[in-house]
């Protein structure tokens, strides 16, 4: 299939990785963005909308199976496999008629795009020494904000020049044409021919030894028995409602509390994923930067975590300020220090468990975070047309504060750390 190697093919690989993360996102979008219309045709209610995406959340906290399935029959045919199922269901959503059935199709596609960072991860772990691995998180999590960039642009367009309806359609064909490139692209470092012997050695030997994996299945109760495991997890779990909220509930915030209609929707909803763009390469920025002074690789995670919380506390004041550009102008400092500790806690999994375990623990950590979403989000359903939608960025304004003191107190850096060089 391929001639000859290609230099530094490790980062054409996570670029491919990047590309179905961008589509990810943009299919699991599409809904917020075409939320205004859709609640208005089906005469959904606001609660109603919770409830459906309640059930995605649902899905998507099925990430331990994803991760699982992963780590068993490996990533080409398992990353393609649900690929092109989040594909098919995106489809699908251009048929649904009312909220149950939209919610039903949200839990399957929630269930099938759970493979997006375990799957990430896992390359991440296999294709990348340990000083790039930050780096390589950041580049793949750059899919995450920019797949919802694109999503305000594109699902407006085609509402305004078809409907809802055909918004699904076409985000979900670009899902079953990444599946045929995925096929034809990837194989592992151990098979791919166009990955060259220096590049090889080059990978395997910048990463540690202790960290190796093993024929052995993942167990998930002796990971779930790991401080570490808790130290990711809890972490998550207190910070992914911020992504929540802005993929699945920043349209309709904008449209009901700051009088947005659909264009200026489209002109402004995506500015904030391009903040987290920004934040998804700023965080590895700040490890290496705190590694090349001498601070270890865990504990230059952990205070690049910490910068990232004490970044969130803008999001206080989304709901105060009298300016509606202003507040978007918070929600994108929120977006940017949101991805800047995410990308951070995310890619720990590499750093503190075996190859053959992070597509596992990275699925079981997403259980966590996005508990956290469908709670703050059907709080949000539950609660916002009585007490708005300040409350809850006061509350986004600190939870991060209190995961970084979680990531601190629990986090034990493996012994062999010092092997690790930036």
């Not at 699908?92 to 269930?111: E, I, K, V």
């Not at 109760?221 to 779990?237: D, E, S, T, V, Y």
């Not at 965080?283 to 601070?295: D, F, I, M, N, Y």
């Amino acid at each position: 299939m391929f001639a000859k190697p290609i230099r530094a093919l490790r980062w054409w690989i996570i670029g491919l990785v990047m590309l179905g993360t961008i589509i990810n996102y943009l299919t699991r979008s599409t809904l917020s963005v075409a939320a205004p219309t859709l609640t208005t045709e089906l005469n959904l209610t606001t609660q109603q909308y919770s409830y459906i995406t309640g059930l995605f959340q649902l899905g998507i906290m099925m990430q331990p199976i994803a991760g699982y399935f992963l780590d068993i029959i490996k990533l080409k045919w398992g990353f393609a496999i649900f690929a092109t199922a989040w594909g098919l269901i995106t489809m699908a959503h251009g048929l649904a008629n009312s909220w149950q059935g939209l919610a039903a199709l949200r839990g399957l596609l929630g269930f099938a795009e759970g493979i997006a960072h375990p799957g990430g991860l896992k390359v991440v772990a296999e294709w990348f020494p340990a000083k790039e691995r930050g780096l390589a998180g950041g580049i793949y999590n750059i899919g995450a904000s920019f797949g919802s960039m694109l999503a305000p642009p594109l699902v407006v367009w085609a509402i305004l020049y078809y409907n809802w309806r055909m918004a699904f359609v076409i985000t979900g064909v670009f899902a079953l044409i990444w599946v045929v490139l995925w096929i034809f692209c990837y194989q592992s470092p151990e098979k791919h021919k166009a990955l060259s012997e220096t590049e090889k050695t080059y990978i395997k030997e910048g990463q540690e030894s202790f960290l190796a994996g093993s024929a052995e299945k993942p167990s998930p109760m002796k990971i779930l028995r790991q401080r570490n495991f808790w130290g990711i997890a809890l972490p998550r779990f207190l910070a992914d409602p911020t992504w929540g909220t802005l993929t699945f509930w920043m349209p309709l915030y904008l449209a009901t509390s700051r009088g947005f209609d659909l264009t200026q929707i489209a002109l402004f909803a995506w500015l904030p994923f391009v903040a987290a763009d920004i934040g998804c390469l700023f965080g590895p920025a700040v490890v290496l930067w705190l590694q090349k002074r001498g601070v270890s690789l865990i504990n230059a995670r952990r205070w690049t975590f910490t910068l990232g919380a004490i970044l969130m506390t803008g999001m206080i004041f989304v709901g105060m300020v009298d300016s509606p550009y202003v507040a978007i102008g918070l929600l994108c400092l929120g977006a940017f220090a949101h991805q800047t500790l995410s990308v951070t806690v995310i890619t720990m999994s590499t750093d503190l468990f075996r190859k053959h375990e992070v597509g596992t623990v990275t699925g079981m950590a997403g259980t966590f975070a996005n508990l956290g979403v469908l709670l703050f989000s059907l709080a949000i359903g539950a609660l916002v047309t009585t007490v708005g939608y300040e409350p809850f960025f006061i509350v986004l304004g600190v939870l991060d504060l209190i995961a970084a003191a979680v990531l601190w107190t629990l986090v034990k850096a493996p012994a062999p750390e010092a092997e690790v060089k930036p």
